[in-house]
């Protein structure tokens, strides 16, 4: 019979192994994932990429150093990287991440994007847009690393927010050290979006 202790340890591995698959899935680079391993022995983590595999599917296990270096290899603490995999397990019974299609991951790398321009636009801080939203940073992060999708609530509150304290985006807007689009600018932009991508501007503009 497992001991408490030992029970924790296979779950944190779990959570581990839930994250990274899921960040493999959501990457769009050719041979990411062999590339990924060439990159850690590069590192010095010696890991080959039938047992990276064999951990991703389950049959077999990895250190917890070697899972710490994974995750730092990715840009994340290691706490971090279970964190993720805490999130995924709450988002799996409404959203099966790695069931995900095509057009929905477009959606929300569409969503990312548009974040990321109100934070230049109007130079707020990720904190900031966190605090916005009443959530952690990290878990503003992972969304933002699009890990976790956006929803259409948080799109609207960030908005809501913006609207309230800025200009509104059709007002001029002092310039930053990097040049701003112009209205013009912004409607040919619109022009060459795909259909997907105008729902998107269009549900954004509806909620502002």
């Given at each position: ?68 270096r994974i995750a730092h ?136």
């Amino acid at each position: 019979m497992k001991t408490d202790n030992e029970n924790h340890v296979e779950d944190i591995s779990e959570l581990f192994r839930l994250a990274l698959r899921h960040y493999i899935h959501m990457q769009t680079e050719k041979k990411f994932k062999s590339n990924l391993v060439k990159g850690l022995n590069d590192e010095g983590v010696k890991i080959s990429f039938s047992n990276f595999s064999n951990f991703l599917n389950k049959k077999t296990s990895l250190s917890e150093k070697k899972r710490a270096r994974i995750a730092h290899h990715l840009g994340f603490k290691y706490e971090e990287f279970i964190l993720l995999g805490r999130r995924l397990v709450e988002l799996k019974d409404a959203m099966p991440m790695e069931k995900i299609g095509t057009e929905a991951l477009y959606l929300n790398r569409s969503t990312v994007e548009i974040f990321k321009e109100i934070q230049k636009r109007y130079k707020l801080s990720g904190r900031d847009i966190s605090n916005f939203l009443n959530m952690d940073f990290i878990d503003y992060q992972f969304r933002l690393r699009n890990l976790i999708p956006f929803n259409f609530d948080e799109i609207a509150t960030v908005f809501e927010k913006v609207g309230k304290r800025y200009p509104d985006f059709n007002n001029p807007i002092k310039k930053s050290e990097a040049p701003q689009k112009s209205v013009s600018d912004v409607a040919e932009d619109i022009k060459k979006m795909s259909p997907l991508e105008k729902e998107v501007v269009k549900s954004l503009i509806e909620n502002e």
